[in-house]
C-alpha cells in the first residue's frame, strides 16, 4: 500500500520570519493526518523551520538541488548542503526550473541520481505544455521525462523516487484535466515504469499530481485509484487552505 503524500511548494514565497510563523501555525492542524506531509520553502527559511518541525509528522523539502558535490557553481547549492539543514525531500525538474532556468532531462537524470543516491527523496515533476496536449504528444513527452529521469537508477532508489505529474496548463490557472484524464495520465506513468522496471517495482513508486489542487478538489482527486497525493503550489499560500488539502481524507479517499 503507498502511502498517500501532500507537498507544498512554497515556491518564492515568504522570508524566515513569515515561514516560521506558517509552520507554527500548521502542526496543530495536521497532526492526525494520516500521509506524509511536505513543506518545501525557499531553502533560507530551512534553518529556521527545522528545530521547530522536529518531532512532528512534517517533513522538510527544497525546491531545487546542484549535480554536483562541490566545485564552481556560483548560485548553487548541493545534495549534502542541503542534507546539512535537514532537507529531506527535493523537487526536480520542475517546470518553472525547465522553463526559465534552461533544465533538461539530462540534467534532472543527473540531479535524480545525485539525490537519491545520498539519501534525499526526489520528487521529479513532469508534465505537457497545453499545445503538446492538444497535437496528442503528451503522453510520448511524460513518459520520456519519467524514463529520463530515472535512469541508471537502481530498483531501490526509483522506489524511493517520488514522480509528480504537473500539466503545465494547470498551474496556477484554475483549470485541471477531467479526474479520470489526470488518473489515466498517472496510469500510464506507471505503465511506462513497469515496462522497464517490472511490475513490483511500479507498484511501489509514489504518483502525485500537481496543478490548480485545492481544499475542495483535493478529496476527490486522491481518491482516483492510481493519485498518491499532491504537489501543491497556490494553495499552500494560506496555511489553513493548505491544512485542508492536507486533511484531505476527510473529504475524499479514507
Ligand atoms: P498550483 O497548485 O498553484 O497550480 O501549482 C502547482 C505547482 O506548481 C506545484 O509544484
Known sequence: MRKPMIAGNWK???IPEQAVQYVRALIPLVKDAACDIIVMPPVICCSYIKPIIEGTNIRLGAQNVHFAECGPY???LSVQMLMAIGVEYVIIGHSERRQYFCENDKTINLKTKAAVKSGLKPIVCVGEMKEERDSGYADIKISYQVLMALNGLTDKEIEKTVIAYEPIWAIGTGVMPALNEANNTLSMIRSAIERNYGNKLAQKVRLLYGGSMRPNNAGEIIAQPEIDGGLV?????????????VNFQKGGRQ
Open 12 to 14: 518564492m514565497n515568504r
Open 74 to 76: 556560483t548560485g548553487e
Open 233 to 245: 503550489g497556490a494553495a499552500t499560500k494560506d496555511v489553513e487552505d493548505f491544512a485542508k488539502v
